[in-house]
């Protein structure tokens, strides 16, 4: 099964230097994984994915989709760039990166957590209104599983673990850096990880709200 390209430009503070990991962004080209299903205009998880927080950089008023042409420009022209993260805006890209980590964990957290109106007794789950609070759990709890079944592993060096004191340990002993592996995104960068971390949980509700339709069988 394709895997679907996560992207962000991710900049976070570790041990007094930036820690960067540069991937694409999800495209509103790119197919999700598998075939959505035939009536379907659109691929759920492909625009699911693209709800998620995103950096975004401008420079005066100049929106940006990288930070190496926004940075030119700011250089060029004299004028400051700026990161915006949802309402929020920063100039540091420390502080800009670790927004996006935060945000992103609370719109996976929202996402996933029923949320019952006092007044009208609809409860949300999913980005859906339910008027049904059994069912929403059972779409809560199916979710929950998915979820549940991402994890972050750690490698250093030649060994991998589960454990992060185990491997907290292991880095010690040889002195060398741990390494954070989720979904098989690798990174040394702890804010890196977390980040990975909630994408790929969120990737996996979506799945499993929306898993891709079987090709049907051949027949001779």
Do not use: W
Not at 61 to 68: F, K, N, Q, S, V
């Amino acid at each position: 099964m394709k895997s679907l390209k996560i992207g962000l430009v991710a900049m976070a503070l570790v041990s007094g230097s930036y820690c960067v990991s540069v991937n694409n962004f999800v495209s509103a080209e790119e197919k999700c994984d598998g075939k959505c299903a035939a009536s379907a205009a659109k691929c759920p998880v492909t625009e699911g994915l693209a709800k998620l927080p995103k950096l975004a950089y401008t420079v005066g008023d100049e929106a940006l989709c990288c930070e190496e042409s926004a940075k030119a420009l700011a250089s060029s022209s004299g004028k400051k760039l700026v990161y915006t993260v949802g309402k929020e805006k920063f100039e540091c890209p420390t502080k800009a990166f670790t927004s996006l980590v935060e945000q992103t964990e609370k719109f996976v957290a929202d996402f996933s957590t029923p949320h019952t109106c006092s007044v009208s007794g609809t409860t949300t789950v999913a980005g859906e209104s339910m008027t049904c609070s059994v069912k929403a759990g059972e779409v809560a709890a199916k979710m929950k599983k998915a979820m549940d079944s991402v994890a972050v592993s750690y490698k250093v060096g030649d060994k991998s673990c589960q454990c992060p004191t185990e491997a907290k340990t292991i880095a010690a002993e040889k002195k060398l850096k741990t390494v954070f592996v989720v979904d098989k995104e690798e990174t040394e960068c702890e804010q890196t990880a977390r980040l990975n971390l909630a994408r790929a949980k969120y990737k996996a509700a979506l799945l499993a709200m929306n898993p891709p339709a079987k090709e049907e069988a051949k027949t001779n």
